[in-house]
């Protein structure tokens, strides 16, 4: 489906690069800087304008594949220099999302002479003019944890990239971690509707309350061991 395939890996010790080489892909090596630098570094070796994203733990569905190639066969929209693809989450050990699963609507497909991933070490996100990003119809399917000790060991590197924030006063934190960790709570297993995931998705949003209480420890005492 794509003209070339670019893999920029950060020290894998698994198979991941023989297997890229093995489907005809270009391998690069590049030591871990942050989450938006490693993808500009990606975007800086591809030899094609129009770039397709996507993430380790991120696959394409097959309606979405076929989406794509019939883009790629016509011409793209004049003006249109983005297209938004739903990535709908994945639990551990499943082939495909829960009923009614959370997602997120992100830039993936997109001509990098307009626009190209912020260098942030903490986000990784294109943001375009609505006029010039259309959404394609398909999703992508996303298994970001491999378990709930996964989840909490990437949550815990997530905010320590964050700790250039700072809470200003501790009586702030006595007052947000009261209430933050049961909005996290709500957000996690209703509006992302974990509540469908049974057992597990309840285990996702507790650990998301608890996970929302580290984080403002960590940003309000950050010299503190951690």
Not at 175 to 189: N, T
């Amino acid at each position: 489906m794509a003209d070339e395939i670019v893999v920029v890996d950060s020290g894998s010790s698994d198979r991941t690069l023989e297997i890229c080489r093995s489907f005809g892909a270009t391998c690069h090596h590049h030591d871990w800087q942050g989450f938006g630098q490693q993808k500009r570094f990606a975007e800086d070796r591809a030899t094609h304008d129009w770039i397709l994203n996507i993430d380790a733990d991120e696959w394409l569905t097959p309606d979405l594949q076929r989406e794509i190639k019939a883009w790629a066969a016509a011409q793209p929209e004049d003006g249109i220099v983005g297209y938004r693809i739903d990535i709908k989450t994945v639990y551990p050990g499943q082939d495909r999302p829960r009923p009614l699963a959370d997602q997120h609507r992100y830039v993936r497909l997109y001509d990098r002479r307009f626009c190209r991933f912020p260098a942030s070490a903490a986000f990784d996100e294109i943001h375009l003019p609505s006029r010039q990003v259309r959404a394609l119809k398909h999703p992508m399917y996303h298994r970001s944890i491999r378990s709930l000790s996964h989840y909490i060991e990437k949550n815990i590197a997530y905010f320590n990239i964050q700790c250039s924030e700072k809470i200003k006063g501790r009586y702030l934190f006595f007052i947000r971690v009261l209430v933050e960790p049961f909005g996290a709570f709500f957000k996690y297993y209703i509006l992302r509707r974990h509540f469908t995931g049974g057992c597990y998705g309840f285990l996702i949003a507790s650990t998301a309350a608890v996970l929302r209480t580290y984080r403002l420890m960590l940003l309000t005492f950050p010299h503190r061991p951690r």
